[in-house]
């Protein structure tokens, strides 16, 4: 059986130029969730490209699955030259802007990270779980890839070294949930940690709908000012089932400790440990970097020695990709073994 999956048109060039690429694989790791066999190829149809992909027919579940996808807007079963349409079940949660509106410089594409996201959770031993995911972005920024989770109903923990994006996307978010008349409630406090200091936490709690909000059916975001390298301690030990982290590129500026600036190669060596242990058993990471300022073997290596096992088979083992001059990006998932059971 043949389904065809239209491509998405990207208003920004550079990204549109990987998005074939990228669309595909984030396709076969939607299948990998469900063990599915299937060719993924790209074709031209009516000069619009489409993602084919044939395999045996999906139940209702599966296809809900696929309907994740962050690069299709129309889907259908492909008979010889006629298209029958199906319809696309995507997660909506949240309005689908959230994780659009807020521009700024440096920001990661929202695709992008939505494909980051739902590649994880494809690795993960949470892809259909049915209750919120907690996911954990610890260089966050302003928030984008937290806005995508909520978008999809799950929770999100951000941790960002700059005060001026935490507040930025403190006070976005909030605006927004008014705009669009979500109940909410927004609530502030600290964080003691064990070697001593404090640190300050943001904390949403929200819901789609007045009824669910009633009900306790609800969803948080919490943003922490803090250290990377404590990021199990902020989020909380084998709290997290997903981690996605779009590294610092190195190219307009450099990570920076309390003291001296220090390598994106050692910033990873000192968080990816504490990466590990923020995660449940059977969770899953996704690493993006700059090749040209972060090698993969270095990203490989680091993962290995915090005790994750990095994902080095098809469709995981190449999301190299061209961003601008300076950068050319690429992304490592490693997944945290599930207990033994004894």
């Known amino acids: 059986?043949?389904?065809?999956?239209?491509?998405?048109?990207?208003?920004?060039?550079?990204?549109?130029?990987?998005?074939?690429?990228?669309?595909t694989l984030e396709c076969k790791c939607l299948l990998y969730a469900f063990?599915?066999?299937a060719e993924v190829r790209v074709e031209m149809l009516g000069g619009s490209p489409f993602l084919i992909l044939e395999t045996e027919e999906m139940d209702e579940e599966h296809w809900g699955y696929l309907s994740r996808h962050s690069a299709i807007s129309f889907a259908a079963v492909k008979?010889?030259?006629?298209?029958?349409?199906?319809?696309?079940?995507?997660?909506?949660?949240?309005e689908p802007d959230l994780?659009?509106?807020?521009?700024?410089?440096?920001?990661?594409?929202?695709?992008?990270?939505?494909?980051?996201?739902?590649?994880?959770?494809?690795?993960?031993a949470f892809a259909f779980t049915q209750t919120p995911l907690t996911v954990m972005d610890p260089v966050c920024g302003r928030g984008t890839s937290l806005f995508c989770a909520l978008e999809e109903g799950d929770c999100a923990i951000g941790i960002e070294t700059d005060e001026k994006a935490v507040h930025e996307a403190d006070v976005y978010l909030e605006r927004y949930l008014q705009f669009h008349r979500y109940k909410h409630r927004r609530e502030e406090s600290s964080l003691t940690l064990r070697k001593g200091g404090a640190l300050k936490k943001r904390s949403f709690t929200l819901s789609n709908s007045p009824e669910?909000?009633?009900?306790?059916?609800?969803?948080?975001?919490?943003?922490?000012?803090?250290?990377?390298?404590?990021a199990d301690e902020i989020a909380g030990a084998q709290r997290c089932h997903l981690i996605v982290a779009d590294w610092p590129y190195g190219v307009q500026h450099a990570p920076k400790d309390s003291r001296e600036s220090i390598s994106l190669a050692g910033l990873l060596r000192s968080a990816m440990p504490a990466y590990c242990r923020a995660l449940m058993p059977?969770?899953?990471?996704?690493?993006?970097?700059?090749?040209?300022?972060?090698?993969?073997?270095?990203?490989?290596?680091?993962?290995?020695n915090a005790g994750l096992t990095p994902l080095e088979q098809p469709p995981f083992d190449d999301f190299s990709h061209w961003v601008e001059q300076a950068v050319n990006r690429d992304m490592v998932i490693a997944v945290k073994k599930p207990r033994k059971q004894t």
């Not at 298209?83 to 909506?92: D, G, I």
């Not at 669910?212 to 404590?230: H, I, N, P, S």
């Open 1 to 23: 059986m043949q389904f065809a999956l239209l491509v998405k048109s990207h208003a920004n060039v550079r990204y549109a130029q990987s998005l074939l690429k990228l669309a």
């Open 35 to 37: 063990n599915a066999t």
């Open 79 to 94: 008979q010889e030259e006629w298209l029958r349409p199906l319809p696309l079940k995507p997660p909506a949660y949240l």
């Open 99 to 124: 994780a659009q509106v807020l521009k700024y410089k440096g920001k990661t594409n929202a695709d992008f990270t939505a494909m980051m996201l739902h590649c994880a959770r494809s690795a993960s």
């Open 212 to 230: 669910a909000y009633k009900a306790g059916k609800t969803v948080t975001l919490e943003l922490v000012r803090g250290d990377t390298a404590l």
């Open 282 to 304: 059977g969770g899953a990471i996704a690493v993006a970097f700059n090749t040209f300022t972060l090698p993969r073997a270095a990203v490989v290596a680091e993962m290995k």
